[in-house]
């Protein structure tokens, strides 16, 4: 019994951390282009403090998690056929602490280490040219509509013979459609809607042999309202919604897995210089069937260039 509870107990702490740092994601202003050539560095660190919901799947109480998650990302924006588009690499790392009750045992373990990576490619079909920073200093948005394809690599910290990981030792794929809409001049409205489809994860926690653990593909639909105060200070009111993610392992797939969660949150970006920006974030879950019910805050500098 002690042995099957430490397998299910990997597999859902599995889920609930790649949840937490895919679906979850809240992003205002994903879609909008910058001048054709322009860069950028981002540096963010994020706070995650709340409990982990697991839906009466497994004898585990009071499971909460605290961790840090800082990243490191690189932008660079581009024509793609005379369309605007941007490429973005992050590499995030995590310090934190899970705790909870196992069979009436309590429980704790720290993990410092790599997550996986993640890439993004995102190209804009209407409404978005491909511009010179002179161009772009004349344009005035309308109506955006994108698409964009953000995958997710392997290459986080991962080890079969532990239950709690930062890497989830699988690829991840969202392909998503994203519009953007501009009105009454300072104000914007952003909505999106993708999916996240995985690879089989073939050396999933388990006692004696690590098996094969899936996921069934993650729905998520993301919205935000946000107002320009003028000289690049802006505000925004951020939600979204995921449903899906019902797990498979080595055959036998478990439909108390499945997720219907969703989140508010806010996002407040200031200018510092021309060249660099402040942004905070702050979010918490709304409703959460199962996995990461957190608050989150989340501090990002940014300096950019041509």
């Known amino acids: 019994m002690r042995h099957f509870v430490l397998r299910i107990t990997g597999v859902i702490f599995a889920v609930a951390l790649s949840s937490q740092l895919s679906a979850q994601d809240l992003a205002p202003r994903a879609y909008l282009i910058t001048p054709r050539g322009s860069s950028a560095v981002t540096l963010t660190w994020s706070f995650y403090t709340g409990a982990l919901d697991f839906n009466g799947t497994i004898p585990i109480t009071g499971a909460t998690g605290t961790y840090h998650v800082p990243v490191f990302s690189l932008y660079h924006s581009m024509s793609f056929f005379g369309r605007s588009a941007n490429f973005t690499a992050s590499l995030p790392y995590g310090v934190g602490t899970f705790s909870g009750a196992v069979l009436g045992t309590q429980k704790s373990v720290y993990r410092s280490g790599l997550l996986d990576s993640s890439f993004r490619f995102s190209v804009n079909l209407i409404g978005g040219p491909a511009m010179q920073r002179q161009e772009f200093a004349k344009w005035k948005q309308k109506t955006i509509l994108g698409v964009s394809l953000k995958v997710v690599a392997p290459t986080g910290q991962y080890g079969a013979t532990k239950l709690i990981n930062w890497g989830i030792n699988r690829w991840g794929f969202k392909p998503e459609i994203g519009y953007s809409r501009r009105f009454f001049d300072r104000w914007l409205l952003d909505a999106y809607g993708g999916a996240w489809f995985y690879t089989t994860n073939e050396q999933s926690f388990n006692r004696p042999v690590p ?57 407040l ?8 920006s402040m942004k905070f974030a702050y979010s918490r879950g709304t409703y959460i069937r199962f996995g990461g019910n957190y608050n989150n805050v989340q501090v990002a500098w940014q300096y950019s260039w041509l």
């Not at 951020?238 to 439909?255: I, K, M, S």
């Open 211 to 267: 098996t094969p653990q899936t996921q069934a593909t993650i729905g998520s639909f993301e919205g935000h309202l946000s107002r320009d105060f003028g000289n690049r200070l802006w505000a925004s009111l951020d939600g979204n919604f995921w449903f899906g993610g019902v797990t498979t392992l080595n055959g036998v797939r478990n439909p108390s897995t499945r997720q219907t969660s969703s989140r508010l949150g806010g996002t």
């Open 269 to 276: 970006s200031v200018p510092l210089t021309s060249h660099q």
